[in-house]
C-alpha cells in the first residue's frame, strides 16, 4: 500500500469516531438486540394503581416494522407524515431529521436519573431496580427548553465499522488493510427472488491503497453461496473501486460497480476523514440487504458453512441504524440491556427534549413491555409532553 502523506492524529480520530468501536457491534446504543428470545416480563418496576394521568401517555408496536411517533397527537403515524422520532427492534431509535427522516427535528438527552452506571460504565442493578414510572414523573415535568443546548440531528452508524476491515497506527499515521477473520462478513442480498429467496455471499475488503488526500480505492472479494451444491463458490475479486470523490455501489451477484438505482449490496465513501461501507437497507438505501449476526463458536464468516438465517450458523442479518440523541445513556439508547444478568430490557427513564421549529417536545420511554409490563419486546409505552418553557 502506498502513501505519500499522512492522516492527522485529529482527521483519523473523526474517523474511528464516525465508524464506531470494533467492540459493539452486537451491543450497540442503536438497538440491536442480542441473539435471544425475550418474553414478557413482570419483575421490571411498573407504576403503581395510583399513578398521576396528568401527563399524556402513547403506546406503540415496533416489532416487526417501524412505528413513527408524533408527539404532538400522540400517536403513530406514517414516515412521509409529520412524526418526531421512531423505533423499530432490531433497528433502533430515529429522529426526524438528519439522514432519518425529511423533517427537521433534533433532539438531545434532557435528564437521566442519577447512579445508573458505575464508574467503569457498568449498569448498577439497584439504582434500575429503584426507578418507577411515578418516581421518574417529577423528573420528567422539571424538564423545560433550556434544558439542554446540545440538539443534533441523527447521523450514520454503519454495521460494518471501519476498525473490522482496517487499523490505524498511530506512530506511523499509516492505514492498513486487517487480514483476520474481523474483515469478512456474510451478506444477503439486497433484493429477493420472486420465489421470496435470497442470495448470500462471504464478503471481504480484498485491497486497499490509498495515497492521502489524493485517492483511494479498494477491492471486495466475494465467494458467492450456490444454493444447490450448499456451498461457497471461490472467490473472486473486484476491480479497483475508487471512491476518492464519489460514493460507490457495489453490486455482489456481479461482482461489479452500478449506480445508486440498481440493485447494489454494499456502498463506500469518504465522508469527511470517515470511510463508510453501508449496507442497502433501513438508513442506508432502499433494499432488505444485511449483514449475518454470526453464530458459530469463533464468530468468524469464515467459518459459517449455510449462510441462511434459517439454520445454526447466523442468527439474523443486520442493517445500518442511526446514531441518535436517542442512542444514550444505555447500551441500546433508551434501554439497558440485561441489568439482572437476564435477556431483558430496562428502560433507563431518561427524558429527551425534541426541537420543531419553534416548538419542543418531550419524551420518556417508560417500558418495553407495554404499559403493565406484559407484552413482548418492542410493545413501547412512552410519556410525553409539549414543552412551553
Same mark, same amino acid.
Given at each position: 500500500m502506498k502513501h505519500t502523506s499522512t492522516l492527522s492524529v485529529v482527521a483519523l480520530s473523526a474517523l474511528l469516531t464516525a465508524c464506531g468501536s470494533s467492540s459493539d457491534s452486537t451491543t450497540d446504543s442503536a438497538g440491536t438486540e442480542s441473539p435471544v428470545t425475550e418474553t414478557p416480563v413482570t419483575d421490571i418496576p411498573k407504576t403503581d394503581e395510583s399513578a398521576s394521568t396528568e401527563n399524556s401517555y402513547a403506546s406503540f408496536n415496533a416489532i416487526s416494522a417501524p412505528a413513527y411517533l408524533n408527539l404532538e397527537s400522540g400517536t403513530t403515524v406514517t414516515k412521509d407524515e409529520n412524526w418526531h422520532f421512531s423505533y423499530q427492534k432490531y433497528v433502533g431509535f430515529t429522529v426526524n431529521g438528519g439522514i432519518s427522516g425529511s423533517g427537521s427535528v433534533s433532539a438531545c438527552a434532557a435528564h437521566t436519573?442519577?447512579?445508573?452506571?458505575?464508574? *467503569?460504565?457498568?449498569?448498577?442493578?439497584?439504582?434500575?431496580?429503584?426507578?418507577? =414510572?411515578?418516581?421518574?414523573?417529577? &423528573?420528567?415535568? &422539571?424538564?423545560?427548553?433550556?434544558?439542554?443546548?446540545?440538539?443534533?440531528?441523527? &447521523?450514520?452508524?454503519?454495521?460494518?465499522?471501519?476498525?473490522?476491515? %482496517?487499523?490505524?497506527?498511530?506512530?506511523?499515521?499509516?492505514?492498513?488493510?486487517?487480514?483476520?477473520?474481523?474483515? #469478512?462478513?456474510?451478506?444477503?442480498?439486497?433484493?429477493? !427472488?420472486?420465489?421470496?429467496?435470497?442470495?448470500? #455471499? =462471504?464478503?471481504?475488503?480484498?485491497?486497499?491503497?490509498?495515497?492521502?488526500?489524493?485517492?483511494?480505492?479498494?477491492?471486495?472479494?466475494?465467494?458467492?453461496?450456490?444454493?444447490? %451444491?450448499?456451498?461457497?463458490?471461490?472467490?473472486?475479486?473486484?476491480? &479497483?473501486?475508487?471512491?476518492?470523490?464519489?460514493?460507490?455501489?457495489? !453490486?455482489?451477484?456481479?461482482?461489479?460497480l452500478v449506480t445508486s438505482a440498481d440493485d447494489w449490496e454494499l456502498s463506500i465513501e469518504r465522508a469527511g476523514q470517515a470511510w463508510n461501507i453501508q449496507v442497502n437497507a433501513a438508513v442506508s438505501g432502499n433494499g432488505t440487504a444485511g449483514i449475518g449476526h454470526v453464530l458459530v463458536d469463533s464468530g468468524s464468516a469464515f467459518d459459517v458453512t449455510?449462510?441462511?438465517?434459517?439454520?445454526?450458523?447466523?442468527?439474523?442479518?443486520?442493517?445500518?441504524?442511526?446514531?441518535?440523541?436517542?442512542?444514550?445513556?444505555?447500551?441500546?439508547?433508551?434501554?439497558?440491556?440485561?441489568?439482572?444478568?437476564?435477556?431483558?430490557?430496562?428502560?433507563?427513564?431518561?427524558?429527551?427534549?425534541?426541537? !420543531?421549529? *419553534?416548538?419542543?417536545?418531550?419524551?420518556?420511554?417508560?417500558?418495553?413491555?407495554?404499559?403493565?409490563?406484559?407484552? %413482548?419486546?418492542?410493545?413501547?409505552?412512552?410519556?410525553?409532553?409539549?414543552?412551553?418553557?
Open positions: 436519573p442519577d447512579g445508573l452506571y458505575d464508574a *467503569d460504565g457498568k449498569a448498577v442493578q439497584a439504582a434500575f431496580e429503584a426507578l418507577t =414510572r411515578d418516581n421518574t414523573e417529577a &423528573a420528567f415535568n &422539571a424538564v423545560t427548553q433550556t434544558s439542554c443546548d446540545n440538539f443534533i440531528t441523527d &447521523a450514520i452508524k454503519t454495521y460494518i465499522e471501519f476498525g473490522d476491515w %482496517a487499523s490505524y497506527n498511530p506512530t506511523t499515521h499509516a492505514i492498513t488493510l486487517n487480514q483476520g477473520t474481523e474483515n #469478512g462478513w456474510i451478506v444477503q442480498s439486497a433484493s429477493a !427472488d420472486g420465489n421470496g429467496l435470497y442470495n448470500y #455471499g =462471504r464478503v471481504k475488503v480484498s485491497d486497499l491503497t490509498y495515497e492521502s488526500g489524493v485517492s483511494y480505492t479498494l477491492k471486495f472479494s466475494v465467494e458467492q453461496w450456490d444454493e444447490n %451444491a450448499q456451498v461457497f463458490v471461490a472467490a473472486t475479486e473486484s476491480d &479497483a473501486i475508487d471512491f476518492t470523490t464519489e460514493r460507490q455501489y457495489w !453490486d455482489m451477484e456481479t461482482n461489479a449455510n449462510p441462511k438465517a434459517s439454520g445454526d450458523d447466523i442468527y439474523k442479518f443486520y442493517t445500518d441504524s442511526a446514531e441518535t440523541a436517542l442512542s444514550a445513556p444505555g447500551n441500546y439508547g433508551a434501554f439497558q440491556y440485561g441489568v439482572a444478568g437476564g435477556h431483558n430490557m430496562w428502560p433507563t427513564f431518561t427524558t429527551y427534549l425534541f426541537k !420543531d421549529g *419553534d416548538r419542543f417536545f418531550k419524551a420518556q420511554v417508560v417500558s418495553n413491555y407495554g404499559e403493565d409490563g406484559t407484552l %413482548a419486546s418492542g410493545n413501547l409505552y412512552v410519556r410525553y409532553a409539549e414543552v412551553t418553557e
